[in-house]
């Protein structure tokens, strides 16, 4: 009886390995956290080991879902997006109407300045647009360009080629 116990205690602490050491391995993790674009033509990334990433969605009285995307570069200069109405895999227009509440932002910290999205001169042309790509629920990939204006000075920057692998947490993170 007592080999029996001993095998049955030997057997249960080789499964309890053998699943608790299983390969599920996820493609994403948390060093994979990223944003970059081509600022005027300039790289620009931001890397969660070398910066602050926050990508949430937030559910709001009105029942639906917003999506919250901030990266904050090392020197301070970030990039935030604002998505009124988040409904996963699609992609999304920003400046095209009035009643449009997406915003994109780009803000530089030496000098204050800031660069939100050019409302669209033409209906035909969408030039600001952010595209979901994957959202598994814990993970959110995509693309982004958009032309940007500082209304102090009118300057103008573009944003290309933009791209980012974000987890997303919950409001309580």
């Not at 029996?4 to 493609?27: E, K, W």
């Not at 080991?49 to 999506?67: D, H, Y």
């Not at 570069?73 to 400046?95: L, P, Q, R, T």
């Amino acid at each position: 009886m007592k080999k029996l116990t001993n095998l049955r205690l030997i057997l249960l602490v080789f499964l309890t390995t053998l699943i608790g050491c299983s390969n599920d391995d996820s493609s994403n993790n948390l060093n994979d956290e990223f944003l970059t674009a081509q600022v005027d033509g300039a790289e620009w990334n931001v890397k969660k080991a070398e910066g602050v990433i926050s990508c949430k969605k937030i559910l709001t009285s009105r029942g639906v879902v917003n999506l919250v995307i901030k990266a904050t570069a090392v020197n301070g200069d970030y990039m935030e997006m604002y998505i009124d109405n988040y409904v996963g895999k699609h992609s999304y227009a920003f400046g095209d109407n009035i009643l449009n509440f997406n915003k994109m932002r780009f803000r530089q910290n030496d000098n204050g300045s800031s660069w939100d999205v050019i409302n669209n001169p033409s209906r035909d042309i969408i030039i600001n647009r952010l595209e979901i790509s994957d959202d598994d629920g814990l993970y959110l990939k995509g693309s982004f360009n958009f032309e940007g204006i500082n209304m102090l000075d009118m300057s103008t920057k573009s944003f290309q080629n933009g791209s980012f692998n974000f987890r997303v947490r919950s409001e309580n993170e």
